[in-house]
């Protein structure tokens, strides 16, 4: 089975911008949730932005809030576009979609532990 294929990271400067794309045409129709994660070196994965398909309900990090916006095309490519990054926002980025009915539960849609669908990730590093 593919995984969602995210593409789009790179290195940047602090105050600059990256755009994340994920190609998960195969999940989207599955999923009733899908999100970006991030984890960095000795952190636990968290949850960075989400949204559940077909409604408008979505996540976002406090850390992110204001400066990152998730969204979706019509070819159901996933994107996060991310502004004014800092170097905290350094990590591994992954796209994940979910089919756990959890996630349908505002507490639990940036869960990681309720996505089951995972890239490979894209990494994000962003210099002071």
């Known amino acids: 089975q593919v995984r969602p ?15 994340l794309s994920c190609a998960a045409s195969g999940y989207t129709h599955m999923s009733l949730c899908m999100g970006w994660f991030r984890q960095a070196p000795g ?5 960075v932005a989400a949204f559940q398909t077909g409604r408008g309900t979505q996540f976002y990090a406090d850390s992110v809030k204001g400066r990152f916006t998730i969204s979706q095309d019509n070819d159901k490519t996933i994107y996060l576009q991310m502004n004014n990054l800092a170097p905290e926002d350094s990590a591994m980025y992954y796209c994940a979609g979910s089919a756990h009915y959890r996630c349908l539960e505002l507490a639990d849609l940036g869960n990681p532990s309720v996505y089951g669908y995972w890239g490979q990730g ?6 002071s």
Request: glycine content about 24%; proline content about 0%.
């Open 43 to 47: 952190k636990e994965r968290e949850g």
């Open 122 to 127: 894209t990494q994000v590093t962003v210099s």
């Open 5 to 19: 294929a995210e593409s789009g990271g790179g290195s940047v400067q602090a105050g600059g911008s990256l755009r």
